[in-house]
Nanobody, 121 residues
Framework: VQLQASGGGLVQAGGTLRLSCAAS????????MAWFRQAPGKEREFVAL????????LYGGSVKGRFTISRDNAKNTVYLQMNSLKPEDTAVYYC???????????????WGQGTQVTVSS
């Protein structure tokens, strides 16, 4: 499975961005897709989780209510809609394919290359 993340950029606090993660290769309907982020000097942080075949979602506490994960099965693409962005959301955002319903990066064998999101105050 290959993952290609895009959509990052520079935005002012309170603004919005939508990240995309295009998947190619053999993707099973039971696959779990996730977004993580990593700020300089910090550990990789769980952001959001969904499944290809269901509408189940899970969010990290710091983004719940502001971010929305969704997927378009026909396009093999997962999205992360980010609203009400804050300077502390600044990080490199990674999409990943997980092997189980988990917030742990170690449960994701496939990763995209990351896309930078910078939120100015």
């Amino acid at each position: 499975v290959q993952l290609q993340a895009s959509g990052g950029g520079l935005v002012q606090a309170g603004g919005t961005l939508r990240l995309s993660c295009a998947a190619s290769g053999r993707i099973f309907s039971s696959a779990v897709m996730a977004w993580f982020r990593q700020a300089p000097g910090k550990e990789r942080e769980f952001v959001a989780l969904t499944r290809w075949s269901r509408t189940s979602t899970l969010y990290g506490g710091s983004v719940k209510g502001r971010f929305t994960i969704s997927r378009d099965n026909a396009k093999n693409t997962v999205y992360l809609q980010m609203n009400s962005l804050k300077p502390e959301d600044t990080a490199v955002y990674y999409c990943a394919r997980g092997i189980q319903w988990s917030q742990q990066p170690g449960d994701c064998p496939n990763w995209g290359q990351g896309t930078q999101v910078t939120v100015s105050s």
